[in-house]
């Protein structure tokens, strides 16, 4: 898989891609993520890559000369399946969401910045919108790496154990079961008798269960679908 990410801000994205499952992921060559700065593709000498919005109105918006030539760039030298635009004012990411694009050979993220990109690049180019959640943040670096990090780990090999993206919190629509390790007890505090009784198809029942009443009582929501 190759992701592209067309940003404003490259430092603010770039570090979560250096660490732990991420950067094992590329080290092995199993995604290939690549920056692009937008001024690179500024309108003039000084980075102009934004202005005021018709009817006037606070805050800037990404003009669309600067994101048709980097998109356009980038087309020319291969198909991309998605050309995905972080945004508050869409969809919320879901697991559903990332299970699908996880599948895909080439996506395209843009982030928005300041009061977003001219409606008309949302018209020509994006084929799927992203939101991470109820909330505004500065730009949408973090949200593109939020995405990318629930993505990432999801393509083969990624994760030591294959099966253990599978038991995450909603890839079933109910939240994880309570895990515990060693010591089996601490300070009075004991690990439930069932997960040291070794009876595999009774632990199996257990942790469906405490699935099922945790998603009860923190996200009923959950169990509506
Ligand atoms: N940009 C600003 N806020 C955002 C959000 N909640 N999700 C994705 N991109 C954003």
Same mark, same amino acid.
């Given at each position: 898989?190759?992701?592209?990410?067309?940003t404003?801000?490259?430092?603010l994205i @770039?570090?979560?891609?250096?660490?732990?499952? =991420?950067?094992?992921?590329?080290?092995?060559?199993?995604?290939?993520?690549?920056?692009?700065?937008?001024?690179?593709?500024?309108?003039?000498?000084?980075? /102009?890559?934004?202005?005021? $919005?018709?009817?006037?109105?606070?805050?800037?918006?990404?003009? +669309?000369?600067? +994101?048709?030539?980097? +998109?356009? @760039?980038?087309?020319?030298?291969?198909?991309?399946?998605?050309?995905?635009?972080?945004?508050?004012?869409?969809?919320?990411?879901?697991?559903?969401?990332?299970?699908?694009?996880?599948?895909?050979?080439?996506?395209?993220?843009?982030c928005?910045?300041?009061?977003?990109?001219?409606?008309?690049?949302?018209?020509?180019?994006?084929?799927?919108? =992203?939101?991470?959640?109820?909330?505004?943040?500065?730009g949408?670096e973090l949200?593109a790496?939020?995405?990318?990090? %629930?993505?990432?780990?999801?393509?083969?090999?990624?994760?030591?154990?294959?099966?253990?993206?599978?038991?995450?919190?909603?890839?079933?629509?109910?939240?994880?079961?309570?895990?515990?390790?060693?010591?089996?007890?601490?300070?009075?505090? /004991?690990?439930?008798?069932?997960?040291?009784?070794?009876?595999?198809?009774? =632990? !199996?029942?257990?942790?469906? !269960? $405490?699935?099922?009443?945790? %998603?009860?009582?923190?996200?009923?929501?959950?169990?509506?679908?």
């Open positions: 898989m190759r992701i592209d990410i067309i404003v801000s490259p430092e @770039k570090s979560p891609f250096e660490f732990s499952i =991420i950067k094992r992921a590329i080290d092995k060559n199993l995604v290939e993520v690549y920056f692009h700065d937008l001024r690179t593709y500024a309108l003039n000498d000084y980075g /102009k890559i934004d202005d005021y $919005q018709f009817g006037g109105g606070a805050g800037m918006v990404l003009m +669309i000369e600067p +994101i048709d030539k980097c +998109i356009s @760039k980038l087309k020319e030298e291969r198909t991309y399946d998605e050309v995905i635009y972080m945004t508050p004012d869409a969809p919320t990411l879901n697991q559903q969401t990332a299970n699908t694009l996880s599948l895909k050979e080439n996506i395209i993220i843009l928005g910045h300041y009061k977003g990109v001219d409606q008309r690049v949302r018209d020509l180019y994006i084929t799927r919108e =992203i939101s991470i959640g109820d909330y505004v943040l500065s949408g949200g790496a939020v995405l990318c990090d %629930t993505i990432i780990r999801l393509i083969p090999g990624v994760l030591g154990d294959e099966t253990s993206a599978l038991t995450d919190s909603f890839q079933d629509n109910l939240l994880s079961p309570p895990v515990y390790t060693r010591p089996s007890e601490y300070k009075g505090l /004991k690990v439930p008798d069932i997960l040291l009784s070794g009876n595999f198809p009774k =632990i !199996e029942d257990w942790r469906n !269960e $405490q699935s099922f009443e945790r %998603t009860k009582k923190i996200r009923p929501d959950l169990l509506e679908d």
